[in-house]
């Protein structure tokens, strides 16, 4: 491995009953996050979100996030001789991302999931066996460069407004 972790753990499960091929894999997060603009795709509509409170920082650099609402979906990972199907609750925000989705902790938790992030897989147990979840680092790499370009512009929209307050 050239880099070693360099890129993300980037995966595709089926959410909901849509494949999304861009699922970030971040156990650092405490949260499962699903973006507004993936829920539209899905066809899923807004008024199927229950209320949430929830308020969290460090998805948008300098801002607080608030959810637009909870859904809980099916998760699946894995094919059809070895799959695993978990119900996650996910928090909905409305902001841009280079993701579909973020699978936090409570994911890792509940899939009993075990990343190896020198190779880019996942591994869970299964019915049938050990599930590998292999990653795609050509996707993984789009999700890098697309991300570093979202957080410049967030970042050059608050550098903006700081002069303009300061400016005369």
Request: glycine share 10%; net charge positive; hydrophobic share 40%.
């Amino acid at each position: 491995v050239a880099t070693p972790g360099r890129q993300a753990l980037v995966v595709n499960p089926v959410v909901g009953g849509t494949r999304l091929t861009k699922v970030l894999m971040d156990g650092g997060s405490g949260l499962n996050i699903l973006y507004a603009e993936t829920l539209q795709g899905m066809g899923i509509p807004m008024s199927r979100l229950s209320e949430s409170n929830m308020q969290f920082h460090g998805v948008i650099p300098g801002k607080k996030a608030k959810s637009l609402g909870q859904i809980a979906l099916n998760v699946v990972f894995g094919d059809s001789k070895n799959f695993r199907k978990e119900k996650l609750a996910f928090e909905v925000v409305d902001f841009h991302s280079a993701y579909h989705a973020i699978l936090g902790r409570p994911a890792y938790a509940r899939f009993m999931a075990h990343p190896c992030y020198v190779y880019l897989k996942l591994k869970m147990p299964g019915p049938k066996g050990v599930i590998t979840v292999t990653r795609n680092r050509q996707r993984a790499e789009e999700c890098l460069q697309k991300g570093s370009k979202i957080a410049d512009e967030q970042m050059a929209v608050v550098e903006l407004e700081e002069y303009r307050k300061n400016a005369d």
